[in-house]
Protein backbone atom coordinates (compact mmCIF):
# COMPACT_ATOMS: atom_id res chain seq x y z
CA UNK A 1 0.00 0.00 0.00
CA UNK A 2 1.14 3.21 -1.07
CA UNK A 3 2.59 5.41 1.69
CA UNK A 4 -0.16 8.41 1.59
CA UNK A 5 0.72 11.37 -0.01
CA UNK A 6 3.38 12.87 1.75
CA UNK A 7 0.30 14.31 1.82
CA UNK A 8 -0.47 18.00 1.44
CA UNK A 9 2.46 18.33 2.10
CA UNK A 10 5.74 20.10 3.69
CA UNK A 11 4.98 21.08 7.57
CA UNK A 12 7.33 23.24 9.00
CA UNK A 13 10.40 23.50 7.06
CA UNK A 14 14.01 23.08 9.10
CA UNK A 15 12.84 22.73 12.59
CA UNK A 16 15.21 20.70 14.12
CA UNK A 17 15.20 16.76 14.52
CA UNK A 18 17.00 15.48 17.28
CA UNK A 19 17.99 12.86 19.83
CA UNK A 20 20.75 12.70 22.42
CA UNK A 21 19.41 13.89 24.90
CA UNK A 22 -17.22 0.03 -9.19
CA UNK A 23 -19.29 0.45 -6.38
CA UNK A 24 -21.60 -1.48 -4.07
CA UNK A 25 -20.87 -1.29 -0.53
CA UNK A 26 -17.14 -1.71 0.23
CA UNK A 27 -15.38 -2.09 3.12
CA UNK A 28 -11.23 -1.69 3.71
CA UNK A 29 -9.41 -4.61 2.86
CA UNK A 30 -8.97 -6.66 6.36
CA UNK A 31 -5.09 -6.99 4.99
CA UNK A 32 -4.47 -3.43 6.43
CA UNK A 33 -3.01 -3.98 9.96
CA UNK A 34 -2.98 -1.58 12.76
CA UNK A 35 0.93 -0.42 14.68
CA UNK A 36 3.42 1.70 14.50
CA UNK A 37 5.61 -0.99 13.30
CA UNK A 38 4.07 -2.45 9.88
CA UNK A 39 5.44 -1.76 6.33
CA UNK A 40 4.10 0.24 4.09
CA UNK A 41 2.26 -1.18 1.18
CA UNK A 42 3.55 -0.65 -2.33
CA UNK A 43 0.62 1.20 -3.31
CA UNK A 44 0.88 2.93 0.05
CA UNK A 45 4.45 4.39 -0.56
CA UNK A 46 3.48 5.28 -4.20
CA UNK A 47 0.83 7.24 -2.56
CA UNK A 48 2.48 9.34 -0.42
CA UNK A 49 5.40 10.26 -2.69
CA UNK A 50 3.30 11.33 -5.21
CA UNK A 51 0.79 12.77 -2.55
CA UNK A 52 3.76 14.71 -1.28
CA UNK A 53 4.42 15.86 -4.16
CA UNK A 54 1.18 17.58 -4.15
CA UNK A 55 1.12 18.77 -1.29
CA UNK A 56 4.71 20.76 -2.20
CA UNK A 57 3.02 21.89 -4.99
CA UNK A 58 0.53 23.49 -3.35
CA UNK A 59 2.78 24.59 -0.98
CA UNK A 60 4.69 26.74 -3.54
CA UNK A 61 1.65 27.96 -5.52
CA UNK A 62 -0.08 29.48 -1.90
CA UNK A 63 3.45 31.18 -1.09
CA UNK A 64 4.02 32.62 -4.64
CA UNK A 65 0.47 34.09 -4.14
CA UNK A 66 1.69 35.49 -0.97
CA UNK A 67 4.82 36.23 -0.71
CA UNK A 68 5.19 38.25 2.53
CA UNK A 69 3.03 36.29 4.59
CA UNK A 70 3.21 33.66 6.77
CA UNK A 71 1.56 30.49 5.46
CA UNK A 72 0.97 27.33 7.68
CA UNK A 73 -1.31 24.15 5.56
CA UNK A 74 -1.52 20.73 5.88
CA UNK A 75 -1.56 18.75 2.42
CA UNK A 76 -2.84 16.04 3.97
CA UNK A 77 -6.04 17.66 5.23
CA UNK A 78 -6.29 19.12 1.69
CA UNK A 79 -5.55 15.76 0.22
CA UNK A 80 -8.33 13.58 2.21
CA UNK A 81 -11.28 16.34 1.93
CA UNK A 82 -10.69 16.08 -2.11
CA UNK A 83 -10.45 12.74 -2.17
CA UNK A 84 -13.86 12.42 -0.47
CA UNK A 85 -15.17 14.47 -3.31
CA UNK A 86 -12.97 12.37 -5.60
CA UNK A 87 -15.69 9.65 -4.79
CA UNK A 88 -18.03 11.49 -6.64
CA UNK A 89 -16.52 12.33 -9.61
CA UNK A 90 -17.10 11.16 -13.30
CA UNK A 91 -15.36 11.08 -16.79
CA UNK A 92 -13.11 14.00 -17.40
CA UNK A 93 -13.56 15.74 -13.96
CA UNK A 94 -12.44 12.48 -12.40
CA UNK A 95 -9.36 12.37 -14.59
CA UNK A 96 -8.09 16.61 -13.81
CA UNK A 97 -8.56 15.29 -10.30
CA UNK A 98 -6.67 12.34 -10.21
CA UNK A 99 -3.83 14.42 -12.45
CA UNK A 100 -3.87 17.04 -9.90
CA UNK A 101 -3.79 15.33 -6.92
CA UNK A 102 -0.78 12.86 -7.92
CA UNK A 103 -3.13 9.84 -7.43
CA UNK A 104 -1.30 6.65 -8.68
CA UNK A 105 -2.74 4.44 -11.44
CA UNK A 106 -4.50 2.52 -9.35
CA UNK A 107 -8.52 1.49 -9.36
CA UNK A 108 -10.63 3.80 -6.51
CA UNK A 109 -11.10 0.78 -4.33
CA UNK A 110 -6.95 0.78 -3.75
CA UNK A 111 -6.97 4.41 -3.58
CA UNK A 112 -9.59 4.37 -0.68
CA UNK A 113 -8.09 1.36 0.66
CA UNK A 114 -4.56 2.97 0.56
CA UNK A 115 -5.33 6.29 2.22
CA UNK A 116 -7.87 4.80 4.84
CA UNK A 117 -4.18 2.75 5.82
CA UNK A 118 -2.35 5.73 5.70
CA UNK A 119 -4.74 7.12 8.00
CA UNK A 120 -4.66 4.14 10.59
CA UNK A 121 -1.05 3.71 10.57
CA UNK A 122 -0.61 7.86 11.12
CA UNK A 123 -2.45 8.06 13.70
CA UNK A 124 -0.82 4.99 15.98
CA UNK A 125 2.66 5.71 15.02
CA UNK A 126 3.70 7.31 18.58
CA UNK A 127 1.71 6.97 21.58
CA UNK A 128 3.31 9.89 22.83
CA UNK A 129 1.80 11.79 19.83
CA UNK A 130 -1.52 12.72 19.56
CA UNK A 131 -2.60 12.73 16.48
CA UNK A 132 -6.71 12.75 14.91
CA UNK A 133 -8.22 12.98 11.77
CA UNK A 134 -11.76 13.42 11.02
CA UNK A 135 -14.16 13.08 8.39
CA UNK A 136 -17.90 14.19 7.97
CA UNK A 137 -20.04 15.13 5.11
CA UNK A 138 -22.73 17.32 5.36
CA UNK A 139 -25.82 17.35 2.92
CA UNK A 140 -28.51 19.72 2.39
CA UNK A 141 -31.60 17.58 3.63
CA UNK A 142 -34.06 16.64 0.81
CA UNK A 143 -30.61 16.07 -1.83
CA UNK A 144 -30.49 12.45 -3.24
CA UNK A 145 -27.21 11.46 -2.72
CA UNK A 146 -25.94 8.32 -3.56
CA UNK A 147 -25.65 5.34 -1.81
CA UNK A 148 -22.50 4.18 -3.30
CA UNK A 149 -20.60 7.73 -2.96
CA UNK A 150 -21.88 7.68 1.18
CA UNK A 151 -20.38 4.04 2.04
CA UNK A 152 -17.33 4.39 0.04
CA UNK A 153 -16.70 7.52 2.59
CA UNK A 154 -17.84 5.94 5.18
CA UNK A 155 -15.76 2.77 4.91
CA UNK A 156 -12.88 4.17 4.27
CA UNK A 157 -12.54 7.81 5.46
CA UNK A 158 -15.00 6.67 8.43
CA UNK A 159 -16.98 9.85 7.74
CA UNK A 160 -20.10 10.97 9.80
CA UNK A 161 -22.56 11.77 6.78
CA UNK A 162 -25.66 13.95 8.24
CA UNK A 163 -28.51 15.55 6.28
CA UNK A 164 -29.12 18.63 7.72
CA UNK A 165 -31.35 21.89 6.94
CA UNK A 166 -29.37 23.73 5.10
CA UNK A 167 -31.72 26.87 5.87
CA UNK A 168 -31.95 26.62 9.28
CA UNK A 169 -30.09 29.41 11.33
CA UNK A 170 -28.49 26.95 13.44
CA UNK A 171 -27.31 24.79 10.96
CA UNK A 172 -23.45 26.65 10.51
CA UNK A 173 -23.46 26.25 14.08
CA UNK A 174 -24.22 22.50 14.04
CA UNK A 175 -21.05 22.45 11.23
CA UNK A 176 -18.72 24.70 13.53
CA UNK A 177 -19.49 22.68 16.59
CA UNK A 178 -18.21 19.70 15.11
CA UNK A 179 -15.13 21.29 13.50
CA UNK A 180 -14.29 23.27 16.85
CA UNK A 181 -14.34 19.61 18.70
CA UNK A 182 -12.28 17.71 16.37
CA UNK A 183 -9.70 20.76 16.32
CA UNK A 184 -10.05 21.18 20.10
CA UNK A 185 -10.94 24.71 19.92
CA UNK A 186 -8.36 25.58 17.77
CA UNK A 187 -10.81 26.47 15.08
CA UNK A 188 -13.77 28.19 15.65
CA UNK A 189 -16.39 29.48 13.44
CA UNK A 190 -15.48 29.11 9.68
CA UNK A 191 -19.23 28.18 8.10
CA UNK A 192 -19.89 31.86 8.44
CA UNK A 193 -23.47 31.27 6.48
CA UNK A 194 -24.71 28.37 3.74
CA UNK A 195 -25.47 30.22 0.34
CA UNK A 196 -29.11 29.14 -1.21
CA UNK A 197 -26.82 27.15 -4.55
CA UNK A 198 -24.54 24.76 -1.86
CA UNK A 199 -25.71 21.28 -1.39
CA UNK A 200 -22.42 19.82 0.21
CA UNK A 201 -19.74 19.75 2.40
CA UNK A 202 -17.09 18.06 2.63
CA UNK A 203 -14.55 18.39 5.80
CA UNK A 204 -11.17 16.88 7.03
CA UNK A 205 -10.26 18.02 10.36
CA UNK A 206 -6.61 17.18 11.45
CA UNK A 207 -5.05 18.19 15.03
CA UNK A 208 -1.80 17.23 15.95
CA UNK A 209 -0.02 17.65 19.43
CA UNK A 210 3.37 16.19 20.31
CA UNK A 211 5.87 17.47 22.65
CA UNK A 212 9.54 17.78 22.21
CA UNK A 213 11.99 14.59 22.64
CA UNK A 214 14.17 16.94 23.82
CA UNK A 215 12.03 20.37 25.61
CA UNK A 216 13.61 24.02 25.22
CA UNK A 217 13.84 25.14 28.75
CA UNK A 218 11.64 28.54 29.74
CA UNK A 219 15.02 29.93 31.09
CA UNK A 220 17.08 29.75 27.81
CA UNK A 221 13.99 31.73 26.44
CA UNK A 222 15.41 35.61 25.40
CA UNK A 223 13.69 38.27 23.64
CA UNK A 224 15.39 38.49 20.23
CA UNK A 225 15.45 39.84 16.90
CA UNK A 226 13.90 37.85 14.15
CA UNK A 227 14.75 39.43 10.12
CA UNK A 228 12.30 39.65 7.44
CA UNK A 229 14.83 41.18 5.60
CA UNK A 230 18.70 42.43 6.46
CA UNK A 231 17.92 45.88 6.94
CA UNK A 232 13.91 45.09 8.84
CA UNK A 233 14.32 43.24 12.00
CA UNK A 234 11.06 42.78 14.10
CA UNK A 235 11.25 41.74 17.72
CA UNK A 236 10.35 38.07 18.82
CA UNK A 237 10.82 35.63 21.39
CA UNK A 238 14.08 32.87 20.94
CA UNK A 239 14.06 29.27 22.13
CA UNK A 240 17.21 28.09 22.63
CA UNK A 241 19.18 24.52 23.71
CA UNK A 242 22.67 22.47 22.84
CA UNK A 243 22.08 18.55 21.87
CA UNK A 244 22.89 16.16 18.99
CA UNK A 245 19.91 16.85 15.89
CA UNK A 246 19.70 15.45 13.04
CA UNK A 247 21.54 18.01 10.67
CA UNK A 248 22.17 18.33 6.57
CA UNK A 249 23.36 21.30 4.85
CA UNK A 250 23.84 22.37 0.94
CA UNK A 251 24.48 25.40 -1.11
CA UNK A 252 20.72 26.21 -1.09
CA UNK A 253 19.54 25.47 2.79
CA UNK A 254 20.54 24.54 6.23
CA UNK A 255 18.11 21.55 7.46
CA UNK A 256 17.57 20.62 11.41
CA UNK A 257 15.17 17.86 12.58
CA UNK A 258 14.05 17.86 15.91
CA UNK A 259 11.36 15.22 17.24
CA UNK A 260 8.78 14.67 19.09
CA UNK A 261 7.54 11.82 21.53
CA UNK A 262 9.59 8.65 21.00
CA UNK A 263 10.80 9.98 17.29
CA UNK A 264 8.37 8.79 15.00
CA UNK A 265 7.03 12.46 14.34
CA UNK A 266 9.51 15.23 13.79
CA UNK A 267 9.33 19.13 12.42
CA UNK A 268 12.26 19.39 10.15
CA UNK A 269 13.19 22.82 10.02
CA UNK A 270 14.63 24.59 6.56
CA UNK A 271 16.56 27.59 7.01
CA UNK A 272 17.18 29.13 3.62
CA UNK A 273 20.19 30.58 2.58
CA UNK A 274 18.97 32.59 -0.19
CA UNK A 275 15.32 33.92 -0.61
CA UNK A 276 13.00 31.98 0.77
CA UNK A 277 11.28 32.13 -2.14
CA UNK A 278 13.46 30.27 -4.20
CA UNK A 279 13.49 27.32 -1.30
CA UNK A 280 10.42 26.88 -1.62
CA UNK A 281 10.25 26.49 -5.69
CA UNK A 282 13.15 23.98 -4.87
CA UNK A 283 10.88 21.77 -2.23
CA UNK A 284 9.58 19.07 -4.00
CA UNK A 285 8.67 15.77 -3.38
CA UNK A 286 12.03 14.32 -4.59
CA UNK A 287 14.65 17.44 -3.41
CA UNK A 288 12.53 16.66 0.39
CA UNK A 289 13.50 12.96 0.08
CA UNK A 290 17.08 13.50 -1.02
CA UNK A 291 18.08 16.47 1.43
CA UNK A 292 15.90 14.46 4.69
CA UNK A 293 18.08 10.84 3.62
CA UNK A 294 21.14 12.51 3.61
CA UNK A 295 20.96 14.11 7.23
CA UNK A 296 23.19 12.56 10.06
CA UNK A 297 23.28 13.89 13.68
CA UNK A 298 25.63 16.20 15.38
CA UNK A 299 26.10 18.61 18.01
CA UNK A 300 23.87 21.57 17.07
CA UNK A 301 23.34 24.68 19.62
CA UNK A 302 19.41 25.77 17.90
CA UNK A 303 17.59 29.15 18.44
CA UNK A 304 14.16 29.17 16.61
CA UNK A 305 11.34 31.63 17.59
CA UNK A 306 8.56 30.53 19.52
CA UNK A 307 5.13 30.79 17.13
CA UNK A 308 1.37 31.12 17.67
CA UNK A 309 -0.61 31.83 15.01
CA UNK A 310 -4.36 31.07 12.64
CA UNK A 311 -4.21 31.05 9.08
CA UNK A 312 -7.20 30.85 6.65
CA UNK A 313 -6.84 30.84 2.81
CA UNK A 314 -9.06 29.73 -0.18
CA UNK A 315 -7.62 27.36 -2.10
CA UNK A 316 -9.86 28.05 -5.54
CA UNK A 317 -6.77 29.77 -7.43
CA UNK A 318 -3.82 27.40 -6.58
CA UNK A 319 -5.62 24.06 -7.40
CA UNK A 320 -6.90 25.87 -10.33
CA UNK A 321 -3.77 26.96 -11.48
CA UNK A 322 -2.43 23.42 -11.03
CA UNK A 323 -4.29 22.01 -13.55
CA UNK A 324 -8.18 20.99 -11.72
CA UNK A 325 -10.02 23.48 -13.56
CA UNK A 326 -13.45 21.54 -14.22
CA UNK A 327 -14.27 20.39 -10.76
CA UNK A 328 -15.11 23.83 -10.63
CA UNK A 329 -16.78 24.82 -13.40
CA UNK A 330 -20.28 24.71 -12.95
CA UNK A 331 -21.10 23.98 -16.63
CA UNK A 332 -18.00 21.64 -17.44
CA UNK A 333 -18.15 19.52 -13.78
CA UNK A 334 -19.59 16.17 -13.63
CA UNK A 335 -20.10 14.85 -9.77
CA UNK A 336 -22.90 12.59 -11.33
CA UNK A 337 -21.42 9.99 -8.42
CA UNK A 338 -22.48 12.27 -5.65
CA UNK A 339 -26.08 12.73 -6.57
CA UNK A 340 -27.41 11.73 -10.63
CA UNK A 341 -30.38 14.34 -10.92
CA UNK A 342 -28.90 17.69 -10.30
CA UNK A 343 -25.49 18.94 -11.37
CA UNK A 344 -22.99 19.47 -8.61
CA UNK A 345 -19.48 21.45 -8.92
CA UNK A 346 -17.17 22.83 -6.09
CA UNK A 347 -17.92 26.17 -4.98
CA UNK A 348 -14.70 26.67 -3.06
CA UNK A 349 -12.06 24.92 -0.79
CA UNK A 350 -11.24 26.19 2.27
CA UNK A 351 -8.36 25.95 4.28
CA UNK A 352 -7.78 27.01 7.94
CA UNK A 353 -5.25 26.04 10.21
CA UNK A 354 -3.35 26.86 13.65
CA UNK A 355 -0.23 26.16 14.88
CA UNK A 356 1.25 27.06 18.32
CA UNK A 357 5.74 26.58 18.85
CA UNK A 358 6.87 26.37 22.12
CA UNK A 359 9.56 24.95 24.89
CA UNK A 360 7.02 22.37 25.23
CA UNK A 361 6.14 21.26 21.58
CA UNK A 362 4.29 21.44 19.35
CA UNK A 363 -0.11 22.04 18.62
CA UNK A 364 -1.43 22.15 15.02
CA UNK A 365 -4.42 22.06 13.34
CA UNK A 366 -6.13 22.53 10.40
CA UNK A 367 -9.66 21.73 8.65
CA UNK A 368 -10.48 21.59 4.85
CA UNK A 369 -13.58 22.35 3.54
CA UNK A 370 -15.37 21.46 0.22
CA UNK A 371 -18.38 23.39 -0.52
CA UNK A 372 -20.48 21.55 -3.17
CA UNK A 373 -22.32 23.69 -5.02
CA UNK A 374 -25.62 22.88 -7.72
CA UNK A 375 -25.26 25.18 -10.78
CA UNK A 376 -27.58 27.56 -10.38
CA UNK A 377 -28.44 28.19 -10.88
CA UNK A 378 25.96 25.18 23.33
CA UNK A 379 30.32 24.89 23.27
CA UNK A 380 32.63 25.54 20.58
CA UNK A 381 31.78 22.26 18.90
CA UNK A 382 28.74 22.71 18.57
CA UNK A 383 27.20 24.09 14.89
CA UNK A 384 25.16 26.85 15.68
CA UNK A 385 22.13 27.15 13.78
CA UNK A 386 19.57 30.48 13.99
CA UNK A 387 16.71 30.56 12.63
CA UNK A 388 16.19 34.20 12.60
CA UNK A 389 15.04 34.76 9.36
CA UNK A 390 12.45 33.62 6.51
CA UNK A 391 12.36 29.47 6.77
CA UNK A 392 10.04 27.06 5.79
CA UNK A 393 9.36 24.29 8.07
CA UNK A 394 7.59 20.82 7.64
CA UNK A 395 5.87 18.13 9.92
CA UNK A 396 6.43 14.51 8.99
CA UNK A 397 6.81 11.18 10.41
CA UNK A 398 9.64 9.03 9.78
CA UNK A 399 8.05 5.65 9.02
CA UNK A 400 6.04 6.72 6.03
CA UNK A 401 7.49 10.38 5.34
CA UNK A 402 4.18 11.84 4.90
CA UNK A 403 4.17 15.49 5.38
CA UNK A 404 1.41 16.48 7.49
CA UNK A 405 1.69 19.90 7.59
CA UNK A 406 4.04 22.46 5.78
CA UNK A 407 4.40 25.79 6.99
CA UNK A 408 6.60 29.22 5.47
CA UNK A 409 7.34 31.54 8.68
CA UNK A 410 8.09 35.14 7.11
CA UNK A 411 7.83 36.44 10.23
CA UNK A 412 6.98 35.06 13.46
CA UNK A 413 3.77 36.11 15.57
CA UNK A 414 2.69 35.15 18.92
CA UNK A 415 -0.96 36.07 18.25
Known amino acids: MKTLMCALCLALLLLVAGCSRDMAPVSPPDDIQRGPARELTSLEKSLVHSSNEFGMRLFQETSLAAPDVNIFISPLSVTLALAMAYNGAAQATETEMRNVLGFPDMTRQELNASLAGLSRLLTG????????????????????????????????YDAEVRALDFNSALAPKTINDWISAKAHGRIQDVVKSIDAEL????????????????????????????????????????????????????????????????????????????????????????????????????????????????????????????????????????FSNICKTLPLYISYVQHVSFVQVDEEGTEAAAVTIVGVGATSAGGSNHRIVRVDKPFIFVIHDHHSHTALFIGKIFAPQWQ
Open 199 to 334: MLFLINAIYFKGTWTFEFLPKDTRDDLFYRTPDNPSPCKMMAQSTDLAYYENDLVQMVDLPYGDGQFAMTIILPKTAVTEVANALTAANWQTWHNSMSKEPITLHMPKLKMNYDVLLNPMLQTMGMTRAFDPYQAD
Open 125 to 156: LDNKVNLQIANSIWYRMGLPVENDFVQRNQAF
